[in-house]
């Protein structure tokens, strides 16, 4: 099946630091998303993003398909962006359906 | 997007007893998909759950450990049979939405003792 490697583990910033985490995949995709795990637990969907590049206000992402790797981009970090980001993708086809998520990063902001 | 009501949200359960956790989504979907976070790990797919056929389980996970049902397009659940402390984890169930990827629960935090 398809591996997902995201980098750094773990990442500490100060508030108003930017940073990049980076999520490399060993296959073709037809879905890659971004989350946002908080410390209660729930999933927070950032980015649906299979290609290209997208903005959500202090957060942006970028996918290269035809590298099998995808960039989220935190700019002025606050200390609610802290917990676990994680990537994950989807194959479709027979794995349709199954996402698979890498590991993590998890992000600590202090104030 | 999707929105998808789970409960409980958490709960702490006895070991060899059984735990029922449910989720609604307020619109009509083929599949529903149930996944499981260790502590401290990424989370891994359970089960594929259609509508009116029998789930579709992922390696390592077998129907009398985690029964599901799928009696709608809008409605699933989850049991988790005959506990042990290793089954203490976070469970989360997804749809597919057309334009925001799959959307989750917000997940069943279950510790059992």
């Known amino acids: 099946g398809i591996q997902v490697e995201q980098s750094p583990p773990d990442l500490i910033l100060q508030e108003g630091a930017n940073s990049t985490l980076r999520c490399n995949f060993s296959?073709?995709?037809?879905?890659l998303q971004w989350f946002h795990q908080n410390p209660w637990g729930q999933l927070i969907n950032l980015f649906y993003?299979?290609?290209g590049t997208k903005q959500n206000g202090r957060l942006s992402a970028t996918t290269v398909a035809t590298e099998r790797y995808s960039l989220l981009y935190i700019s002025s970090s606050q200390t609610t962006d802290s917990g676990v980001y994680f990537c994950a993708v989807g194959a479709g086809g027979t794995s349709y359906g199954k996402l698979t998520f890498g590991q993590g990063t998890i992000l600590t902001v202090h104030p | 997007s999707a929105v998808i009501s789970q409960k409980p949200s958490r709960d702490i359960c006895q070991r060899g007893t059984s735990l029922t956790i449910q989720c609604q989504v307020d619109?009509?979907?083929?599949?529903m998909f149930w996944y499981r976070q260790q502590p401290g790990q990424s989370l891994t797919l359970i089960a594929t759950a259609n509508q009116g056929s029998e789930a579709t389980y992922e390696s390592g996970f077998v129907i009398d450990k985690f029964p599901i049902s799928r009696p709608n397009l809008t409605f699933s659940t989850l049991t988790v049979s005959n506990m042990s402390p290793e089954d203490s984890s976070i469970y989360l169930c997804?749809?597919?939405?057309?334009?925001?990827?799959?959307?989750f629960g917000s997940g069943t935090r279950l510790t059992v003792v």
């Open positions: 296959d073709s995709v037809n879905n």
């Open positions: 997804s749809v597919e939405d057309s334009f925001y990827g799959y959307t």
């Open positions: 619109s009509q979907v083929t599949m």
């Open positions: 993003i299979p290609s």
